[in-house]
């Protein structure tokens, strides 16, 4: 599962709208159980980002990233689970 946190996390740091490179350095992965890695960031501009404002437009960095990864997330889940029922 690391792999393909690593893997969400690149394409987070590719789609982020670098100004300053902040947001986009600090998103981290921190795994919280063996099938659950949560990846974000503590900075709290993030959200509006990502989805915009009544002033800033959305520049989402997140959700195409997940779109992107959608199917490799996929495999790697099925091919997890397969190992685990061995």
């Known amino acids: 599962m690391h792999d393909t946190a690593q893997f969400i996390l690149m394409l987070i740091r590719f789609y982020d709208p670098v100004k300053t490179g902040f947001l986009r ?7 919280v159980e063996q ?15 990502e989805f915009g ?3 800033i437009a959305p520049q989402a960095h997140v ?6 990864a959608f199917e490799f997330v996929k495999q ?9 029922s061995r």
Do not use: C
Request: overall charge negative; cysteine-free.
């Open 63 to 68: 959700t195409p990233a997940f779109h992107q």
């Open 53 to 55: 404002t009544h002033k």
């Open 35 to 49: 099938l659950h890695i949560i990846i974000g960031t503590m900075l709290n501009y993030a959200a509006f980002i």
């Open 76 to 84: 790697r889940v099925i091919e997890r689970a397969e190992e685990m």
């Open 25 to 31: 350095d600090s998103y981290q992965k921190e795994s």
